[in-house]
């Protein structure tokens, strides 16, 4: 009778432990919250819910040693992708020191000669999927905004996009595949006060996008546009801090977003990385606001 009873009591231990574990496992998927997943300045991404979708695949990013380049190239390699990472100077050399399936590319997005080079020589043509991040922003009305400022804004936003694609494109057409994705703004959807250059800049990046993927389409080649607002990144930073008043700038910046806060870099990359992926194959010449719906008021 004792013996049962133990037997009985060691069952149900046997149970509220195995009730524990699926609790336990349960929970651990449902708290992925993608700002938790990588910082501006974290070296890991882990891949949510295990997702592998870029095995064997290669991954360009552009202005990926810092922000939102830098998170959706760990995310792509979090997915399995080998990543080249290209940004100025030894920006990327840099960023990715020590770092497995990463490989550094120096160059300008604004230099033709550079580009062609890096993209077709150093990884052999071969790039399942680009991402164009590059980017600057400059303050300043029409009216006050210098030629100069202009055309450096529309070089490395607007040309540096359309030479990237230029380059890495017949390369994907002569695969019959491959997916690019730009980074463009919540300033390519909405007029903004003081960013006469950005504006005009993103907003050719989104109508870029849609040429591009026209003309690719019939290889099975798709481009797709990502539209962040305020990402907590050193580009968001550096305004913030230009401000006179910084805190209350911050506060203002996650107030224009109806979820009520700035984005993290990873929540731009995780629609990234669904684009890139074939999960995405029906999708192309989409301009898609990732901007916690400021763009929807
Ligand atoms: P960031 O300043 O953190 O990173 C931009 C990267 O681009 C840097 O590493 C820089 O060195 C690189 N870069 C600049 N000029 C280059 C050039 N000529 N050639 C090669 N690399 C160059 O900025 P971020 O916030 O990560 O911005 C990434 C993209 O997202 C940009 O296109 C930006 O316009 C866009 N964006 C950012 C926000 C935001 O709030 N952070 C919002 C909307 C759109």
């Not at 949510?48 to 552009?62: D, F, I, M, N, S």
Request: glycine residues 8%; hydrophobic residues 45%; aromatic residues 6%.
């Amino acid at each position: 009778m004792g013996r049962l009873r133990s037997e009985g009591r060691l069952k149900t231990f046997y149970y509220v432990i195995f009730l524990l574990a699926i609790f336990v496992s349960i929970e651990k998927r449902s708290c992925y919250k993608a700002d938790t997943m990588v910082s501006a300045h974290s070296k890991k991404a882990e891949s949510p819910w295990g997702l592998k979708r870029y095995e064997g695949r290669v991954a360009l990013v552009t202005g990926a040693a810092s922000g939102i380049g830098w998170a959706v190239a760990l995310r792509l390699r979090a997915e399995g992708a080998h990543v080249w990472l290209a940004d100025l100077g030894d920006r990327a050399k840099t960023a990715c020191a020590g770092e497995e399936m990463m490989s550094p590319l120096s160059i300008d997005v604004r230099d033709e000669t550079a580009v062609i080079s890096a993209t077709v020589i150093e990884s052999s043509g071969h790039i399942d999927a680009l991402v164009n991040c590059a980017g600057i922003v400059l303050e300043g009305s029409a009216q006050a905004t210098s030629l100069t400022d202009w055309e450096r804004v529309l070089a490395v936003n607007l040309t540096g996009t359309f030479l990237m694609t230029r380059h890495v494109l017949p390369h994907m057409i002569a695969r019959r595949s491959g997916a690019i994705v730009n980074i463009g703004s919540d300033a390519a959807l909405v007029g903004q006060r003081n960013q006469a250059a950005y504006c005009a800049s993103k907003g050719g990046v989104a109508q870029l996008t849609r040429a591009a993927a026209l003309d690719a389409a019939p290889f099975g080649v798709r481009v797709n546009c990502v539209c962040p607002c305020f990402v907590d990144t050193p580009m968001l930073s550096a305004w913030i801090n230009s401000s006179s008043n910084p805190e209350e700038a911050r506060r203002e910046a996650a107030a224009t977003q109806p979820l009520g806060r700035i984005g993290s870099p990873a929540e731009i990359a995780a629609p990234v990385a669904f684009l890139c992926s074939e999960e995405a194959s029906f999708v192309t010449a989409v301009v898609l606001p990732v901007d916690g719906g400021a763009t929807a008021q």
